[in-house]
């Protein structure tokens, strides 16, 4: 238990449209991370908040957005969603910025048809 | 990106028996971490081994850096049908500004009783 819980489960959408999911990091994290992983590959790095602000981000486009809120739960928004998007979507918490142990929540499987 | 490539890519053991998995990655790091995934869900931090160390332990769990090399083993020793999962490595690049975790493919183990 990594006391991170993520929602939904499971997501089905059509291509075109737009999706938020969402995340609830440990109390005192002040860091959240969000992670792409296709079938069969390891977790690709998305972006980081950091206090609120996007700290740090991976090679993904711009319709992959998100938000940090003060009560330490978070979004991740994916605009014009392709079917290539169909992935599982984890969110991991950490201590202020440091990456030294990440707390993943269970994460979101979303499939766009 | 994805940095470190774990190998062998899926490994088939019996209960008791040690299982030896090996990560390698390309560029200078600050530590590298291990996660265990359990059919597709969150993933779980196993250990972290910083590049001035070359050796960690942890219960039953073993790792190995040589820097010069570029690699990494775990070793799980005396294995349980309960470790059967993915395993991933995680490299904390010296070029990074401290938020992004590159994770490898993963290897898939599996314990039979």
């Known amino acids: 238990e990594t006391g991170v819980t993520q929602s939904p489960t499971h997501l089905i959408k059509t291509r075109g449209q737009q999706v938020t999911l969402r995340c609830s990091s440990q109390?005192?994290?002040?860091?959240v991370s969000w992670y792409q992983q296709a079938l069969g590959q390891g977790p690709q790095f998305i972006f980081q908040?950091?206090?609120?602000?996007?700290?740090g981000r991976g090679n993904f486009p711009p319709r992959f957005s998100g938000l940090q809120f003060p009560n330490y739960s978070s979004e991740l928004n994916v605009n014009a969603l392709e079917l290539d998007d169909s992935a599982l979507y984890l969110c991991?918490?950490?201590?202020?910025?440091?990456?030294?142990?990440?707390?993943f929540g269970s994460g979101t499987q979303l499939s766009v048809l | 990106s994805q940095q470190g490539e774990e190998d062998p890519q899926a490994l088939s053991i019996q209960e008791g028996e040690n299982a030896t998995m090996n990560c390698s990655y390309k560029?200078?790091?600050?530590?590298l971490q291990w996660y265990r995934q359990n059919s597709g869900r969150g993933l779980v931090h196993l250990i972290l081994?910083?590049?001035?160390?070359r050796e960690k332990h942890s219960g039953r769990l073993r790792v190995t850096l040589d820097t010069s090399k570029k690699s990494s083993s775990l070793l799980i020793t005396a294995s349980r049908a309960a470790d059967t999962a993915s395993y991933f490595c995680?490299?904390?690049?010296?070029?990074?500004?401290?938020?992004?975790?590159?994770f490898g493919k993963g290897t898939s183990l599996l314990v039979t009783p």
């Open positions: 991991a918490s950490s201590t202020d910025l440091g990456n030294e142990k990440l707390f």
């Open positions: 109390s005192g994290h002040n860091t």
């Open positions: 908040y950091y206090r609120e602000e996007e700290n």
């Open positions: 560029t200078s790091i600050n530590n």
């Open positions: 081994i910083r590049s001035n160390e």
């Open positions: 995680a490299t904390d690049e010296n070029s990074n500004s401290g938020y992004e975790l590159n």
